[in-house]
T-cell receptor, first 112, second 115 residues
Framework: AQSVTQPDIHITVSEGASLELRCNYSYGATPYLFWYVQSPGQGLQLLLKYFSGDTLVQGIKGFEAEFKRSQSSFNLRKPSVHWSDAAEYFCALKAAGNKLTFGGGTRVLVKP | NAGVTQTPKFQVLKTGQSMTLQCAQDMNHNSMYWYRQDPGMGLRLIYYSASEGTTDKGEVPNGYNVSRLNKREFSLRLESAAPSQTSVYFC??????????????FGPGTRLLVL
C-alpha cells in the first residue's frame, strides 16, 4: 500500500528566509505527486503537481518542488517566505485509481 | 465558476443525531470524493464516486453513507453521529482520463462538532 510521510509537523521560518518542506513517499511505481496549501479556516488549494517529465516543478505563489526518484522524495521549496505563506502544507500521492493519499501535513509559522 | 461548494460551513450535533453534508461542483467533473481531516492525520478518504451512478468505500467509510444525486452533487450522510466523527469534512472533484485531468479540486470544508 502507498504512503506519504511529512517528517516535520511544525516549521518556523523568518520572513524573507528560504523554506523547504519535506515529503517522502512509498509506492511501487512512479506516482503522481501534489502539494496543497491550506490557510487557516480555508479549504485546500493546489500549489503544484508532478506527473512526468521535468523533475523540477514550478507552482503558484513562487513555490517549486523537486521529484527525486532515488530518494522517494518530493520536497517543496520557496526562496523567500512572505508572512502570507503561514499555513499548513500537505503532500499527496495519487496511485492506482483516482484516490489521493495524504501526508500528515506541515504547519508553517512565519516570524516577522 | 464557483468550483466546489459545500453546505453547511459549520454544524453542531448531539450524539445520535443525523445530518447530511451537501457538495456540488460546477466544473462538469465525473469524479467526486469525501474526505475527513483530523489533526496530524492529513486527509483520509471516506467515500468516492468515480462517475455518476457509482460509489465506493475509501479508507474510513464506517458510520457514513453517500449519495451521488447527479453529476453535480454528492452528499455525505451521518445516520447516527458519534463524537469520533467530530472533524472537518472536505468534498473534492476531478475529471477522469489520466494525467493532469485527474487533479482534484477541493471545497472550503464543513466543520462538524458532535457533542
Amino acid at each position: 500500500a502507498q504512503s506519504v510521510t511529512q517528517p516535520d509537523i511544525h516549521i518556523t521560518v523568518s520572513e524573507g528566509a528560504s523554506l523547504e518542506l519535506r515529503c517522502n513517499y512509498s509506492y511501487g511505481a512512479t506516482p503522481y505527486l501534489f502539494w496543497y496549501v491550506q490557510s487557516p479556516g480555508q479549504g485546500l488549494q493546489l500549489l503544484l503537481k508532478y506527473f512526468s517529465g521535468d523533475t523540477l516543478v514550478q507552482g503558484i505563489k513562487g513555490f517549486e518542488a523537486e521529484f527525486k526518484r532515488s530518494q522517494s522524495s518530493f520536497n517543496l521549496r520557496k526562496p523567500s517566505v512572505h508572512w502570507s505563506d503561514a499555513a499548513e502544507y500537505f503532500c499527496a500521492l495519487k496511485a492506482a485509481g483516482n484516490k489521493l493519499t495524504f501526508g500528515g501535513g506541515t504547519r508553517v509559522l512565519v516570524k516577522p | 465558476n464557483a468550483g466546489v461548494t459545500q453546505t453547511p460551513k459549520f454544524q453542531v450535533l448531539k450524539t445520535g443525531q443525523s445530518m447530511t453534508l451537501q457538495c456540488a461542483q460546477d466544473m462538469n467533473h465525473n469524479s467526486m470524493y469525501w474526505y475527513r481531516q483530523d489533526p496530524g492525520m492529513g486527509l483520509r478518504l471516506i467515500y468516492y464516486s468515480a462517475s455518476e451512478g457509482t460509489t465506493d468505500k475509501g479508507e474510513v467509510p464506517n458510520g457514513y453513507n453517500v449519495s451521488r444525486l447527479n453529476k453535480r452533487e454528492f452528499s455525505l450522510r451521518l445516520e447516527s453521529a458519534a463524537p469520533s466523527q467530530t472533524s472537518v469534512y472536505f468534498c473534492a472533484s476531478s475529471e477522469m482520463g489520466g494525467g493532469d485531468q485527474e487533479t482534484q479540486y477541493f471545497g472550503p470544508g464543513t466543520r462538524l462538532l458532535v457533542l
